[in-house]
Nanobody, 114 residues
């Protein structure tokens, strides 16, 4: 079983940057897919970015060119570098592991002020 713990959220002004981290306990080597989702107040949880086999990345259109997902197996970690943040990026961000059933972190709040 894998447990995921996010960190790195906070309050930032529009145009600023944040780096989210997701630390996994247990073995993540068996998890081919990992990623980040987010949920804004009153909205459904949505995909932000995924990384497959540590190299193939996929991004939501709304974050392409601004966010970068990466994975370091040696550190059992997945990261989300977020640049040029916008107020509409405000949400709780969740780390996701493609296990069966899926693994989720507890979430970290990101607030972008205008």
């Amino acid at each position: 079983q894998v447990q995921l713990v996010e960190s790195g959220g906070g309050l930032v002004q529009a145009g600023g940057s944040l780096r989210l981290s997701c630390a996994a306990s247990g073995s993540i080597f068996s998890i081919n897919k990992m990623g980040w989702f987010r949920q804004a107040p009153g909205k459904q949880r949505e995909l932000v970015a995924t990384i497959i086999s540590g190299a193939i990345t996929n991004y939501a259109d709304s974050v392409k060119g601004r966010f970068t997902i990466s994975r370091v197996n040696a550190k059992k970690s997945v990261y989300l570098q977020m640049n040029s943040l916008k107020p509409e990026d405000t949400a709780i961000y969740y780390c996701w592991g493609g296990t069966a059933p899926a693994s989720w972190g507890q979430g970290t709040q990101v607030t972008v002020s205008s």
